[in-house]
Structure formats: C-alpha cells, structure tokens
C-alpha cells in the first residue's frame, strides 16, 4: 500500500470515528473501533481473495420446542411457500448487452453521472461504458451485502431465543444463499464485471458479524442494511429497462421484505420485553450511528478511481455525488424503509430524535413500517 493510500485510508477511519462520537456513547464508539481499522486501515476486505472475521456470541438451544411467536410462525410459513430457483425461474437465455439502447441497462436520467461535466463531455460509448461500470460496482456491493446476510441470517438462527425464530430463519439462510447466487451469475455471466468490497459496506458487515450481542446483529443487518437493501434494489429497478434484472430485483425485493419484517417482530418483541432502558439507549446510539455510515458513505471510490480520479479530487466527487438527484432519490427511498421501523421497535426515542432531524432523516419516521407495507409499496421507488 503506498503512502497516499495509507493517509486515506487513514482519514476515512478518522472521519468514521468522528461521526460516531457524535452522539458520545463510548460504548459504541469502542464497538465500531475494530471494525474501522480493520475495514478502513488495513483494508481486510481487500486483502487477496478471502477475509476472516473472528465472532463470538451464544448458540440457544430450545428443548422444549414451543410455538408460540403467533406471527413469527405466519412469516415462517409465507416463506416456505415463497421460495423460487434461481436457476429455474430466471430466463438466463436473455442477451444482456450494455451497448444495446433498445434494453437500456441503466437509464442516464436516472443515474448520478449525467451530473458531472467530465462524464457529459464523453462520446456516447464511453458514457455507456461508465454506466455500466457503476451498475456492476453497486451490482457488486449487493452482492458482498447477500454475503454478509447469508452469514448473519445463520448466527441470528443459532442465536436467537425463539423456536419460531429458529425456523422462519431457516428459510432466510435459503433466500440469503439464492441472493448470492443470482447476483454472482449475473455479474460474471451478463455484465462480466465484479469489483471488490466497498471499505464502508466492509466496516458495517464486520461489526454486526463480529458483535457478540445476538440482538446487534439483528439491528444491524436485519433493519438497518436489509432495510438500505430494500429501498437500494426499489431505485436500481427503476434505474433499468434491462428484463433480467428488473425480474431478479422483484423477486429479491419480495424475499427481503419478509426479513425485514422478521427483524422488526423478533426486536421489537425483545426490546420491550427484556431490555434496560441503559440498554435499549445503547441500540439507540448503535443505530443512528449505523444510519450516518450508510447515509455518508456509500460513494463508489473503486469507480471513482478507475475513471475519475484524473478529473476531480476525491473531494470534489464526493461533494458532486452527495449533492446529486439521484442520491437524494436513493437517500430517501432507502431511509424510508429505515426510520418507520426503528420507531416500531422502540429506538426512535424523543432523546435521539433531534440527531436524526440534523442529518435531514426525520421526515420518514411516519412513514409505514414493515409489516404493514404492501408488495405494491415495495416496488415502488418514487
Ligand atoms: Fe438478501
Ligand atoms: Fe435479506
């Protein structure tokens, strides 16, 4: 790693730990120091083709086997009759051709690059290819994200305290697994570009996975980045006119609705029931500083690097695409399937209200949460 690098890298962990002193619990500012340096500093996603993250939390077993989460074991039974093949009920005959304007595979409007004078300038094939290196980037990070949920949809398994819990999460492992595979054959097959770990998706995947605190793990990947995922997969399909895709993300966004869903019964249950309002507090701070990595962060500097690094600072582009339509499109289709559910399970508290109010994110806490939306409300990214 040169020297440049190794100040980067550097000021990303700084300004990640700023962040997370905003609401000063030193709790959770320590919780998220490991995993900082290790995603930031030592770029562990990045390392070669495989990462370890060390884990450590308690296996529940239930010996008396009772069935008694009423709607836990509703979801369980909607997604064992939910299930589809990706292999089976995908048509992978389509041709995917990212130069073919008659299927376009990212729509120019819709996209953050029509904002940039550099990309502007460029003949049309090249914009094409710029385009369809950003969607295989964000492709990619989807991709990454099914990975860590297929590992958390297995820990929340073993460590939840529900047997109802326990099978419904079985049939999450299964949708998490398709998800991994659907998305790699199409990066590899169709677009025929994968690219690396984003640090920021990588510092947020660590430190739920290696959490000790069963219900952490939850928050964070069932409510926070499922909850990113459903309103991130909702923009990308209206971003395209490519079939394939846009049958894939339906399917993908029904099966996460249900996760979500999942996580607002099994935490919200958990929450009044067991915990310490010093405890619940906690969770409170936790999440809101999730919400300001997964608001601040998501800036695709392996794209920037690639093919604007010689036109703009990375400063420069990170103003440009915070600033842009389509991030405040994103911004608010992905919080919007966020803040409804964290008021549900109790962490929107009148303490922590004004923090979310200055980063502009307030505004969706009426909105629905999870298990009253509606596969219509789902799809829909407006
Ligand atoms: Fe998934
Ligand atoms: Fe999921």
Redesign the pocket.
Known sequence: MDLLTVLRNATESVDTIRDASRVKNPKVLLSLLGPAVRGFLLQKGKQGGSSDVPTEYTAHFDWEYQRDREELSRLYSTAKSSQWDGERDLDWSIDVDPYDPRHELVLDELFPLNEVPSYCSLPEKHQREHRHALLSWMLSQFLH??QG??FAACQVTEAVQWLDGKLYGSTQVV??GR?VEVFHRYLTTKLERLYQINDNLYVVIDALMSDSRWDIKFLGMQIMV?GL?LGAFATMRTATREPLLREMLKR?IT??AR?VHFGVLALGDFYRETLSEKERREREDWAFEMALLLRNRFLAHEFYDEYYAPFMSRKQWNTMLLGSGFMARFRATMFRRIIPNLKRIGLLSDRIRPYYEEIGLLEWEHHKAAPDLTATDLLDAA
Do not use: K, Y
Request: net charge negative; glycine share 8%; charged share 45%.
């Open positions: 994200g099914e949920a297929l949708d998490e998800h499922e995922a993908v099966d996460e996760h």
